[in-house]
Each structure stands twice: as C-alpha cells, then as structure tokens.
C-alpha cells in the first residue's frame, strides 16, 4: 500500500510552530506547560479534532491522539515525539516527529475518506503521541512525560521533580486550573497524580518516532536517512562546592577557598577524563552552573554544577561517573572546599526493536534511499516506549551537525523524505 504525504503542508505546519517561541529571534524556548507549550498544543489538537480524532490527555500532560482508521478494538501503531524544547534550541527537535506523526495522519485520513475501503486492509489501528516534558527543561530530568507512561516515575515524583525556583511538577501542574478557560482545555486539569500514572501499551504493536539526527554523521557522510539501533543512556549528577565567601579586593591569594576555582579544575578534570576513553564513544558535560553569591567583588562561596556522563554500555557510564565523582572529591579535599555530589538522574542505554530496524532496512534499500544504522546519543522518548512494545527511531540529517541551538536546521528535502519514511513505515506496521 502506497500513500504520498502532502510535503508542502508538513513544511508549514513546522514553519508556524516555529514562531511559538518565547525567544523570538534566538532560537525556539518552549517549556512544557508554558505560554507557547498552550499555543502549540491548540495549533495541533485543533488540527487532529478536524480530522475527526478523539484526544485523551493524561495527569502528566502527555497526549494520546486516536483516530479510528482500523479494526476497533484491536492493536495499535503509535508515532509521535514531544513539543518542548530546550532554552534558545532549535526549531525541529521533538516538534519534528510531531509533525510527521499529524502528517501521516491526516494523509491517512484524507485516504480513508476517499476509499473506506482501505479501512479493511489495516490489521491494526494509527495512533500519535505527544510527549510532555522531554527535554529536562523545567526538572533537569529528560523524558519525564514518557517516564510517567512507563512506570519510572510514579505517584510521588510529581513532588520530587523541582524546577530552579524551587516550584514541583505537582504545583505547575496544579497551577494549570487557573488558566484562562480557552487555554485549560488543552490540558487535563481535573486528573488525579495520584495512583497508577502509565499508560496501557499493552495493545500497541509498533512505536516509531521520527527525529533531527543532531549529530553531525548523516550530514557529514551525505545520506538522507538514519535507522537508530541503540541510543545512549546517561546518568547525571549535581556537584556542590562550598568554600568561604569573602572580600575580592582584601583578601590573598593565598588565604582563599574560592568554589569557582575549584569549580573550573573540576569540570576540566570531566573534559579530560571522557577524553581519555580509549573507544572515544564516552561523553561527559557540564551544562549547567550557578554560583553564589554571583557577584564580581565577592570571592564565590559556593557553586553548584552538573556533570552528565553518556555512552552506549551502562557499565561504562558508571565507571566513568564514578571515577569522576571520586576525583571531585579528591580535588575538593585539596582545595579545602567541602563537596556533597547527588544523584540527579539516569537512563540506560537500550537497544531498538530488531524486527522494526530489519524491516525498516529492507524498505530504505528497496527504495534507493542511502541510509545508515547508527547510534543515538541523544535519548528520546522512544527508551521509554522501547521497554513496553516493539520500537523504532528514524534520523534525519542534522545540517553541521547542530541541534539545541538555534542554528539547528535540516534541508527541507530530508524533512519531507523522512516524514514518507515514516509514513511507509507506519503503513508496513498497520498492514
Ligand atoms: C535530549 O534532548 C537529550 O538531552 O538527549
Ligand atoms: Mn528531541
Ligand atoms: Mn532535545
């Protein structure tokens, strides 16, 4: 079965979504259950009730899109990724795979509409999902939406999960009743955190999520598609420093306990140990600092920083990590600063469903297109889903390989090729 997306209309619904954002100019800012996260969530629901779709909205936000294109009752086939983005990121990452998934759909639609027929050709029904809360912006935490989905959260992290102003996921969300009444249906406001959260995967066959590279291999080795086999896991964890505040004109070098210095030691000691990894396939990055009391005439009495580890073996991160963290501690030590390293969070590394990479591996090569089997080093919702049904992830080339940041483009060609790819996908799945 063949059917052809409208490409033009996938290329404008990515143009309007790529002015909700609250750094107009510097690159897409969308945080979840924000100002633009609203408009976003309008622009598509009011897109999927056109074509006759019913919407279920969970507790945590994440959105389940069903139109009812196959056999009732029966198994399903799921696309979709997530609409948020990271502070001045780009304007594909997650909302990409949205609109592919909204674009197969309405050609679906469209399809059905014309030969009803088609409806008793399909083994299995279309669905799409919008993730909330992927890129850790709000919580430091990636994926959180599809955690909930999957049961790695659960009813008491709603309290756990704390933005910068010290705010829970359970408050903002909780804060979302006191929108006005246009924007409050896009969410679900009257759910309970409480009790079981994840969602029923049980009758869905095949999860595909369709996503920017952001690396550079595809674009750098001149092939159009990416097939992902295994995606990274990561492990992250806050470092805090406490050395002594004082004057920054009156006191000695010699009588300091600066945290900042001993702050940048610290975060050259990560670059060079991943760099030390003899494969060369260890990540490690610190992304996020504060300092305290942040000013240019106080010596800084205490920082706190992350420290992110990646790789495709969990026994790798947790060596690397490890051996990071006790070098911290040792630098501390020697500086006089004191140190307390936390946990923060983690997934592990997963490889994608077999079956669906064969498959997808026979379709590109029968089609001429020049694709690759690659690695992830960016996590995706789809780690979650992979743990509960049978999963796949289609790359497109990320030009220069740039993403979470407003550079990051792709050529439109690719866009449209990517979105037909998963569409022939999804309809190998459905048949
Ligand atoms: C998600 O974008 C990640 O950090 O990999
Ligand atoms: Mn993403
Ligand atoms: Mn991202």
Same mark, same amino acid.
């Given at each position: 079965m063949d059917m052809k997306i409208d490409g033009d209309r996938l290329l404008k619904t990515l143009d309007t979504l790529k002015t909700y954002t609250d750094t107009p100019g510097a690159g897409v800012t969308r945080f979840s259950y924000g100002r633009q996260d609203v408009r976003a969530r309008k622009y598509i629901l009011e897109r999927v009730k056109a074509a006759g779709c019913s919407v279920c909205i969970d507790p945590v936000q994440n959105i389940r899109i069903s139109p009812s294109? %196959?056999?009732?009752?029966?198994?399903?086939? *799921?696309?979709?990724?997530?609409?948020?983005?990271?502070r001045n990121g780009g304007w594909l990452d997650g909302i990409y795979g949205v609109c592919g998934a909204l674009e197969v759909m309405e050609t679906l639609s469209e399809a059905v509409a014309k030969d009803p027929s088609l409806k008793d050709r399909f083994t299995a029904n279309y669905e799409m999902v919008i993730f909330a809360e992927e890129e850790g912006s709000l919580f430091g935490?990636? @994926?959180?939406?599809?955690?909930?989905?999957?049961? /790695?959260?659960?009813?008491?992290?709603?309290?756990l999960l704390k933005n910068d102003e010290g705010l829970s996921m359970r408050q903002i969300l909780e804060g979302l009743k006191d929108l006005p009444e246009e924007d409050r249906q896009v969410y679900d406001t009257g %759910?309970?955190?409480?009790?079981?959260?994840?969602?029923?995967?049980?009758?869905?066959?095949? *999860?595909?999520e369709l996503h920017i590279e952001q690396g550079p291999v595809l674009d750098r080795e001149g092939l159009s598609l990416g097939i992902v086999d295994s995606i990274f896991g990561m492990r992250v964890v806050e470092v805090e420093f406490s050395g002594v505040g004082n004057h920054a004109g009156a006191t000695p070098m010699r009588e300091r306990r600066d945290a900042l210095t001993a702050a940048a030691s610290a975060i050259l000691l990560v670059e060079d140990m991943a760099k030390s990894d003899g494969e060369h396939r260890s990540v490690a990055t610190c992304g996020k600092i504060e300092v305290f009391p942040g000013c240019s005439n106080v010596i800084p009495e205490k920082v706190r920083f992350t420290v992110e580890v990646r790789d495709r073996d969990?026994?790798? /991160?947790d060596d690397l990590m490890d051996r990071i963290i006790d070098r911290i501690h040792a630098l501390a030590q020697e500086r006089h600063i004191s140190c307390v390293v936390t946990e923060h969070s983690r997934s592990s590394p997963l490889h994608l469903s077999r079956r669906v990479i064969t498959s997808m591996e026979t379709r590109a090569r029968e089609a001429g297109i020049p694709f690759k089997v690659m690695d992830s080093g960016a996590v995706h919702d789809a780690c979650m889903i992979a743990r509960h049904?049978?999963? %796949? @992830? /289609?790359?497109?080339?990320? /030009?220069d390989g740039r993403s979470h940041v407003p550079q990051e483009d792709t050529h439109p060609r690719d866009l449209?090729? %990517?979105?037909?790819f998963l569409m022939d996908t999804i309809l190998a799945e459905m048949s």
């Open positions: 294109f %196959g056999p009732a009752g029966g198994k399903s086939v *799921m696309a979709g990724s997530h609409i948020d983005s990271v935490s990636c @994926m959180t939406g599809s955690k909930f989905i999957s049961g /790695i959260y659960d009813e008491k992290d709603p309290d %759910g309970s955190l409480a009790g079981d959260l994840t969602w029923d995967l049980a009758s869905v066959r095949t *999860m595909i969990e026994k790798k /991160i049904c049978d999963t %796949g @992830m /289609i790359f497109v080339p990320s /030009i449209i090729a %990517g979105a037909q």
